[in-house]
């Protein structure tokens, strides 16, 4: 268990100061920042999933629109 807090420490003092640095120079609280940064995860990986929705459903649409007609005669 003690590993883990080492592990945890390690990790709060490297990768966290990024967060810490950015805040100092905002002016903001660094537990700000880092949630900032996980909604902006969240809402970027949804908004390219909506929008390939969005996108086969254009496709889907426009497919049974324009059918493509062998000959004249299909009319």
């Known amino acids: 268990m003690?590993?883990?807090?080492?592990?945890?420490?390690y990790f709060q003092k490297r990768g966290?100061?990024?967060c810490q640095r950015i805040a100092d120079r905002i002016g903001l609280r660094a537990k700000v920042v880092r949630?900032?940064?996980i909604y902006l995860t969240f809402?970027?990986?949804g908004f390219g999933f909506a929008l390939y929705l969005f996108l086969a459903f254009?496709?889907?649409i426009k497919d049974m629109?324009?059918?493509k007609r062998t000959s004249v005669f299909d009319l």
């Open 58 to 60: 254009w496709i889907r």
């Open 16 to 18: 966290f100061y990024v």
């Open 43 to 45: 809402v970027t990986v």
């Open 2 to 9: 003690k590993f883990l807090y080492k592990i945890l420490l």
């Open 35 to 37: 949630t900032s940064f």
């Open 65 to 67: 629109l324009y059918t």
